[in-house]
């Protein structure tokens, strides 16, 4: 036994017991086993939100480019696509309680669209087999609605001028980019989840929840 780095007393008393106590360094080798070096209940409260949005910018950057496949399925969140969801709701709302002059019911149609949506395309790819959770589904298809956001943006700027048809036609060309741009995205992320024949029974609802998602985009944002 090293003393240097262990301290034992022991006192034995008369009944045969034995009381000791023994003050062991802590292992050096505890990030060495895959664990934290720190302890994130004791972390700041400021450094947790900023590590967590972070992780979610990458995230956004990996839908952007999609190249790495399983980026969004290694450490899955659903910050990102509730973000999304919420801003994408607000700016329809808007939209349509101008002609309205109540947007509630667009707010939470957009809501049930979305998350229910997610839930339908994710739950049909589990039964055709997929190899990938169900919430690692719903964060792959809530980020990739990132392109059809940008195109939402693109589409409330472009009505800001005196609209013509060669402005709504550029309205529909920006919304059908968002659109083929998340639905590819998703597949990257999602494609090697299936059997290589059924990936076309997975990739058609996933195209048609996407499709539904541009077209309120286009809808909604007419004057």
Known sequence: MNMDTTKLEMFEDVGGYVEGEMNVPKSQNTTQLGQPDFNTLDEPIRDTIMRDLKAVGVKFIYVLFPKEKKALLKEWDLWGPLVLCTF????????????????????????????????????????????????????????????TTVALIICRIILLVEQTNLLFFLRLTVSMTGFLWATYASMIFLGDSQKPNRKLLAVYPIGLFYFIISWLVISHTNT
């Open 88 to 147: 994408m709701a607000m700016i329809l709302q808007g939209s349509a309680a101008e002609n309205l002059k109540d947007g509630g019911p667009e707010f939470s149609e957009f809501f049930v669209i979305v998350w229910i949506g997610s839930m339908v395309v994710t739950l049909n790819s589990k039964l055709l087999g997929g190899n990938i959770s169900f919430f690692q589904s719903v964060c792959v298809l809530g980020y990739c609605l990132l392109p």
